[in-house]
């Protein structure tokens, strides 16, 4: 396969019809609408391929649901306050333990905010979102070749746990053309007793979250709960970026990730030994990765857009063995890594 | 030779109903059950339970089912019927569900002439939670949120489901019917028939509202209950035909390469 | 080296389309691109502007708050863009439709009148390639042959005529800077 080159948003459609997806539904809103649209358009000519243009993201949610527990490997993408309203629909699917693919292309918040790139849902998505105890596993690609490459891998993955997966990405993300190669994808392992598809002479099965016995709904918490230490211990993604002689460490995902690797670049050049250390699962976090690392480097910026969320997860990762510091820009501002850089130096001339 | 008049229908787990004496659940599961049975559909059925007092139907109905959170029983039926086109795919809804919470996704998977079945549960007032005003409460109607009666003021008019649906140009048939009585009963069955007959032809949206009781909520007796719905309730909402485009989507059909 | 452009002009004018041809032709020369275009809200109203990054290495920020290039095709892109360009950078000006200048000394300026080349060329819809043509003499991003070679692989299936006429339009803008 030749490299093409392609939007943040049509990789993830491209990425999710090749990985087999065969159902997805979605409404409107900026700046993922070019995702939608890519599925409109090649859904069709896809064997089996559904799209529907839902009334709203609830509705969108609710039928990648039932289309999962048909068996058919399903998407759904909206950006932030859509992603509000399909918490409903992700803490059922979490609860049912029906895989799907959920993508947010985040924008400025709270409330309508703006539609300019932003990372201030990381809380929503690395806390479950919805309501009641569980988690949604949430990757964070950084370009558009990571998106193809773990918008399919990211489809294993939930139909591996049966569990819902969020691609989390923003608006620079989605709209930014980069090119890309499309992998093989991997042939799908699903088992068929998962399936809803009538019960036929046998026995007929249903799907529920509702356990009104405390004591079955316990067992089934504590059951998803073993489900995700198991994802803790085997999913987690993460790279490390010139941390080798580093004095100092921006931690940093996505967009910011980006912008970090042209403010480390600017840094080195004066004579600063800056590395990036860049989570890509945000849930499960790379945790131990990091509190490995703070055995030898004990300077750390967390570096958001955002007033400061992943920053906790630094904290609880570093538990206070080094010194953390933290550069954000919220609510759709995008600093340029010039700006980054000047905030890093004066930091690092401060440093142990 | 003896005859089997009476059965346990095949569709229906031999579970004991959760529900309240009187309550028309009951006998609709039932109607639902024996037409499964007799158009031979049980295992390429599935059904869709709603929040409400039938969120727990997936213990009575012996087919496939998918609980949906409160009503989105529509749109994830509708994902069904598409992923799975030759199942038999059918909604259960209450008023709550359909014509508060979810009647964007009623009225949209309604819209899009979606070929599935809702059936849909009209007893006026919340009864899972207690007894509370649902949007086809009526005018002046008691609840323990409209303790003085419904005001249309306050509280808006009772939402009349049948009527606005069959206004919809994806819809192919819709009728309203009432348990109230064992002529009712006898015609809600035939009008669920005819819904499902409508979806496996492949003619499109079919809705029955059954007028049902809830005595407990309504604080009455069952056999009161029957009356106000045939006295009151049936005033409100009259039963009857208010779509049936199946003829023509028919012909249609048929016509179609 | 990472060379940053900005393209900027009225909807219509196939602002977004000069950058999409100049990424594609850097991906085809093996280089590291990013696209960024202006979107949603900022868009209506008759404006577009895109944002296109070269570089022989990994390209961090796809934005460019001191672009080596820009490429104004109408006066409100002039003045929105005018201060980003850095020192030393390069403005190219659709000169039939816009009269200002830039008020900066230290960066260069190129006057294209592309807008009348592309009428006398009997095509008005040319007027960006005839840019390009010009924008890629100077800035020598990519090779015209590998520049026009990709403008056609994008145009697609479209009609061949369609290939001749880039072709002079580009040949058009690329003589008229002169070395």
């Known amino acids: 396969m030749n490299k093409v080159l392609m939007s943040g948003n049509n990789v993830i459609a491209e990425a999710g019809i090749r990985a087999g997806c065969r159902f997805y539904a979605g409404y409107p809103i900026t700046p993922q609408n070019e995702l939608t649209e890519y599925m409109a358009e090649h859904m069709r000519n896809a064997e089996g391929g559904v799209f529907i243009q839902s009334e709203s993201e609830v509705a969108a949610i609710n039928m990648i649901a039932g289309s999962s527990a048909t068996g058919v490997r399903v998407m759904t993408s909206s950006s932030s306050p859509g992603i509000s309203l399909k918490q409903e629909g992700i803490s059922s699917m979490a609860a049912c333990e029906l895989p799907g693919i959920i993508v947010n292309i985040m924008r400025g918040g709270p409330g309508l905010g703006n539609i300019r790139p932003a990372q201030g849902d990381y809380f929503q998505a690395t806390r479950g979102g919805g309501h009641g105890d569980y988690r949604t596993i949430v990757i964070a690609p950084a370009t558009c070749q990571e998106l193809a490459d773990l918008t399919m891998d990211a489809f294993d993955l939930a139909d591996k746990y049966r569990t819902p997966v969020m691609i989390l990405a923003d608006g620079m993300m989605g709209q930014m053309m980069e090119p890309v190669i499309f992998k093989k994808p991997k042939p799908r392992q699903y088992p068929e007793k998962f399936m809803l598809r009538g019960a036929g002479t046998g026995k007929s099965k249903f799907i529920r979250g509702l356990l009104l016995d405390p004591i079955d709904s316990e067992e089934h918490n504590w059951k998803l709960a073993r489900k995700y230490e198991v994802i803790t211990k085997n999913e987690i993604l993460h790279e490390e970026h010139r941390v080798d002689d580093a004095d100092l460490v921006i931690v940093a995902y996505g967009t910011a990730a980006r912008i970090a690797k042209g403010a480390i670049k600017r840094l080195r050049d004066h004579g600063m030994k800056v590395g990036l250390f860049r989570p890509i699962t945000l849930w499960p976090f790379p945790e131990l990765k990091l509190r490995a690392l703070s055995a030898k480097i004990k300077n750390y910026l967390v570096f958001e857009m955002s007033t400061g969320q992943m920053l906790e997860d630094v904290r609880l990762a570093l538990q206070g063995y080094a010194n953390i510091e933290f550069h954000g820009r919220p609510g759709g501002a995008v600093p340029t890594p010039a700006e980054l850089a000047n905030v890093v130096a004066k930091i690092y001339d401060k440093k142990d | 030779m003896a005859k089997i008049v009476f059965k346990h229908p095949q569709s229906l787990k031999e579970n004991i109903y959760h529900y309240c004496p009187g309550c028309g659940h009951s006998i609709v599961h039932r109607l639902v059950a024996e037409v499964i049975d007799e158009m031979g559909i049980r295992g390429i059925t599935i059904g869709v339970p709603p929040a409400g007092c039938a969120v727990l139907a997936y213990n009575y109905f012996d087919v496939d089912m998918i609980e949906a959170p409160h009503g989105r029983g529509p749109a994830m039926a509708s994902a069904i019927k598409r992923c799975l086109p030759d199942r038999v795919v059918f909604s259960y809804q209450g008023d709550g569900d359909l014509a508060a919470i979810g009647i964007a996704e009623s009225l949209h998977a309604a819209n899009r002439g979606e070929n599935i079945t809702v059936i849909f549960i009209n007893n006026a007032v919340y009864g899972m939670t207690g007894g509370q005003m649902a949007p086809t409460t009526l005018l002046s109607q008691r609840t323990t949120t409209s303790p003085a009666g419904r005001k249309k003021e306050l509280d808006g008019h009772p939402v009349k489901v049948s009527e606005i649906f069959s206004q919809l140009g994806g819809t192919t048939y819709i009728e309203r019917c009432s348990v109230s009585s064992p002529a009712g009963v006898n015609k809600t069955k035939k009008a669920i028939r005819k819904a499902f007959q409508c979806q496996i032809d492949g003619l499109g949206f079919s809705m029955v509202e059954i007028l049902s009781l809830c005595p407990t909520n309504w604080k009455m007796s069952s056999i009161d209950s029957c009356k106000w719905i045939d006295d009151v309730l049936s005033k409100e909402y009259p039963p009857g035909i208010y779509k049936d485009n199946i003829a023509e989507a028919k012909k249609t059909a048929e016509a179609a390469p | ?179």
């Open chain 3, 1 to 179: 080296m990472i060379v940053k452009t900005i393209f900027s002009g009225f909807g219509g004018q196939g602002v977004l389309m000069m950058g999409i041809s100049l990424a594609n032709s850097a991906m085809n020369k093996g280089y590291h691109v990013t696209y960024l275009p202006a979107y949603g809200a900022e868009m209506r109203g008759g404006t577009a502007n895109c944002t296109v990054a070269v570089g022989d290495e990994e390209i961090a920020s796809p934005v460019a708050s001191e672009p080596d290039y820009l490429i104004v095709m109408n006066l409100p892109s002039l003045f929105t863009f005018q201060n980003k360009v850095s020192a030393g950078g390069s403005i190219f000006i659709n000169s039939s439709i816009i009269d200002a200048r830039p008020n900066r000394q230290d960066v260069k300026t190129f006057c294209v009148p592309c807008a009348d080349m592309a009428q006398e060329l009997g095509n008005n819809r040319v007027a960006n390639v005839i840019m390009m043509g010009a924008f890629i003499k100077k800035s020598n991003v990519v090779s015209p042959d590998i520049y026009l070679k990709s403008l056609e692989i994008i145009m697609g299936s479209r009609k061949k005529t369609l290939a001749e006429i880039n072709r002079k339009a580009f040949a058009a803008g690329f003589d008229y800077i002169k070395d």
